[in-house]
């Protein structure tokens, strides 16, 4: 209705004149809304069963079967109707022929493709495996060097160790050497010189109790 | 053996009380298998704070350093002995790390405003390379 109004304006009048009924009080005999209870005096109200005469019955479910069977029949004879047109007719089976046929070319290509693409593959991994096994050998190599290298600071430690075994602290020396500690006062509080000479801050010396 | 140092603070007391706490000291390093390097005295002097140890107030101590080795398992148990010692205020048991010098390296170069310092130049590069790195990141993610 509204694209027949090409005036504006008169659209502009026309709807504005709409309303929008969001909630209009019910009239006196009508159904409730779904979200409303039933009303109180209805609770415990139990609606009668529709009755149904016998004959009339019977009469309708025979009136039903006949009309079952009349369209499962009619539903059966235009689905033979319908394989007729697709599966059974020569042009179908032609065609199905033909895509046999295609199917089976297909699958020679993609056999030779794969042929192919196989005797690259063994290639390149040829050539991985010549690679894999240059870089072990290497890595071999180099790790036997590291054990080597680490083993030679090891034994320089040790030599180390064993030359300054003599200036360790025994349970015999120990009193001596808190003797000399106790005696001889270590600062490290002090500033050194580019030179090495060292600074100490005699009037900090003071402070020591 | 890792090598560790014992930095202790014992109690203000006369000579001869000191030299037998301190021996108690190195006796227990002894008896957990340990080897003492060194000792050395830093002086007794005033504490920063006062330490309230084994329910008596401090506010001197005199400060002692242990260089010693001695199998890592036996550490906890050393440092809890120290701790139950009435003389002993503070012990803390430190690992020394070996330190490693640059081999190549001169004291002109080390002078030189830190710009031109190789060993900044080389953590400028690795910095670049993050960057870079992050970028391209994110320009995969966008648009591939």
Not at chain 1, 34 to 47: D, L, N, T, V
Not at chain 1, 82 to 90: A, C, N, Q
Not at chain 1, 188 to 206: H, P, Q, T, W
């Amino acid at each position: 209705m509204l694209e027949n109004f090409t005036n504006f304006r008169l659209l502009r009048q026309i709807t504005r004149q709409i309303q929008f009924i969001r909630y209009k009080k019910r009239p006196t005999p009508a159904r409730k809304n779904i979200w409303e209870p039933p009303a109180p005096s209805k609770y415990f109200r139990i609606s009668p069963r529709p009755v149904i005469p016998v004959k009339e019955q019977e009469e309708l479910k025979h009136l039903y079967d006949i009309y079952r069977t009349h369209f499962r029949a009619l539903r059966h004879f235009f689905q033979c109707e319908y394989e007729k047109t697709t599966r059974l007719s020569i042009a179908v089976a032609e065609k199905m022929k033909e895509e046999v046929s295609e199917h089976a070319y297909l699958m020679e290509q993609n056999k030779l493709e794969n042929e192919r693409v196989a005797e690259i593959r063994k290639a390149r991994r040829k050539c991985d495996m010549a690679k894999l096994d240059d870089e072990l050998s290497q890595a071999e190599q180099s790790l036997s060097q590291l054990i080597q290298e680490e083993r030679k600071k090891l034994d320089e430690l040790v030599l180390k160790e064993k030359k300054m075994n003599s200036t360790y602290i025994t349970s015999q020396t120990l009193e001596t050497a808190i003797e000399d500690a106790l005696d001889n006062l270590t600062t490290y509080d002090f500033a050194i010189d580019l030179n090495g000479v060292i600074y100490r801050d005699d009037k900090k010396e003071s402070t020591y109790i | 053996m890792p090598s560790y140092e014992l930095a202790v603070i014992l109690r203000k007391m006369s000579r001869p009380e000191l030299v037998t706490t301190l021996k108690r000291t190195g006796q227990a390093i002894f008896e957990k298998g340990g080897i003492i390097r060194k000792i050395e005295n830093l002086g007794t002097r005033e504490l920063p704070y006062r330490m309230r140890v084994h329910n008596h107030s401090h506010t001197e101590g005199s400060y002692f350093l242990f260089k010693f080795d001695a199998p890592t398992n036996t550490l906890t148990n050393l440092h809890d002995s120290f701790l139950r010692d009435i003389d002993i205020l503070r012990p803390s048991i430190s690992k020394v790390e070996p330190v490693n010098f640059p081999e190549e390296c001169t004291l002109e170069e080390e002078l030189q405003p830190p710009a031109y310092r190789k060993s900044v130049e080389v953590l400028l590069k690795q910095d670049r390379k993050k960057i870079f790195k992050k970028g391209y990141k994110n320009l995969s993610n966008e648009y591939i």
